[in-house]
């Protein structure tokens, strides 16, 4: 099999470069083929791109017992129907094809193109064509009378009654069940809060509420109404936060932006009820319910209202809030064990009750600033800068420049044409969240994408924002091997045994040094940046290896029962589903597996 003349230069000519990787898995695992009434052979094979499903065609024809591709485009699917019922023949695949042509520089191959593998009768096969053509088609037929039921707002677009949300509420009303209405003594928004650094009252916006914990240390100070212990917290707006919810389980009080809708139960158990948001059931009815669209999506309180809310044992319920309080106690010990760590590194390197100068004056020779390195910018010379340089540099174990240690590398642009929420993970910005990588909203690399010099980081690489974010970082961990990363993004990858990745993430993290250096190092534009350049002169002190080798096991420690608490929240999740699907006692053997 091999290209028709000029095919190369006809795909570029019509703009279709970007179909090009979809045409090898096209020629060889069609989904199907289509014999025409002209003798040419339709290999038709689906893809969703852009978050949109598409048909591609490419045409191969017999030219003097050789098979030559002549047409490779995207075709619709009524198209596609048509060419079956004009030839009356399609073949179905049960093998794959072995080799296929390529393009520009590289050698093309030839393949035998035979039909031995595949069953030629439509008739035959009706039903699994059907299913083919149609299986991503939805229909929900209903009465005029059920498409008023929990609808106030009279809501007639087809999202709102897309199968699988329609499907949750048949499924829920079969059981014993409630309107979240009747269940709560308190819902809705609390007024917008007044930041203001000299509270010591934390507000929690929806940036800082996860899916596995409430990020209390990095939220700023204002005044604004306590949020109650036990209430449940769901991130009303926004694509990316919209639909995350946790519970109050933190020691100290805290207040909520108004972006958070707040939930204060009556006669159900909250860490029952965030645990029926979290799973598939309750993130449909979130997702039934929000309207918007161009990412200024938001659900109201009076939304909330409607919700159907299945009702089990308090047995039931008790043991889910087992888990759940389980999970934090577990969350509490995490992070106590990675303070002890950083009070570890702070101690050794007599940082601990260091606190450098806020004079803002700084007299420099010309050899001492801009000779050396190449900044103007006043903000670079502040003296707190050199004080924490030459506090490390005094540490008794020595130190040295970042670049001695490790090696920087940029990642790599990727196009979102080859997005999927399957494949090899592609880490961007977003994806690290208080110095951990979160894969909750990652996107993946589809199996079209042709890797050729994109970067790829490796367990115990140390990856850091170049823009935005600026001083955030995070460790691979094993689960992350072999994931590429963004353009936005750049790599640490430590080449020796003087320091432990996790060693130099909390020296990099630590506010008494990593933070100073990232904020002199840093260029105030609109969007603050950083060059991995910048990055290899850091300062970093080598710590004895008896120090590391403590600060490796509570970071150990912190890192497993992190773990533990996610696994443990996921579990109370998956026993809900499961109570649903199969009944209470399904869910409870779940739950006692477990134990």
Known sequence: MSFGE??????LSKNREKYINLIKPTLTNPIFIIKDKNGGYLFIKSFITEDKKIYFNSVVVNIENKNIIISNHQVKLNKIVNRIFESGKIL???GSFSAVPTFENEPQHEATLSFGNYKDSISQNISKLQEILYKDLEISILKFSEILNDNDEFRINSEFFRKKYIQTIDKIKNMDFQYLQNLYFFNGRYKQPIYNENSSLKIINSQYIRDYFI???????GIGNIVPKKAVLINSTGVGTLGRVNIHYLDEDFSVDNHVNVIVTNNLNPYYLMSFLKSKYGQNLINRY???????IEIYAKNFDKFVIPIFSNTFQSQIENFVKTAYEKLKESKKFYKEAESLLLEELDLKDFTPTNKNITIKNLSESFTLTGRLDSEYYQAKYDEVIEKIKSYKGGYCKLSDIAITIRGSLISDEYYSNKGVPYIRGADISSNILNKEKMIYINSNFIFTKEIKVITNDIIFSLIGSVGTLAVVTEEFNNSYISNNLGLIRIINDKISANCLHLILISNKIGKYYFEQKQM??????ISD???QQFIIPIIEKNIQTQIEQKI????KLKKESKNLLDLAVKSVEVAIEKGENKGMELIKEKI
């Open 6 to 11: 000029n095919q190369y230069q006809k795909i």
């Open 290 to 296: 929000y309207s918007g669209s161009s990412g200024q």
């Open 92 to 94: 179905f695949p049960v």
């Open 215 to 221: 990020d209390y240390e990095n939220a700023k100070k």
């Open 533 to 535: 350049k910048d990055v």
């Open 556 to 559: 150990k420690e912190s890192f």
């Open 524 to 529: 105030k534009t609109a969007q603050p940046k």
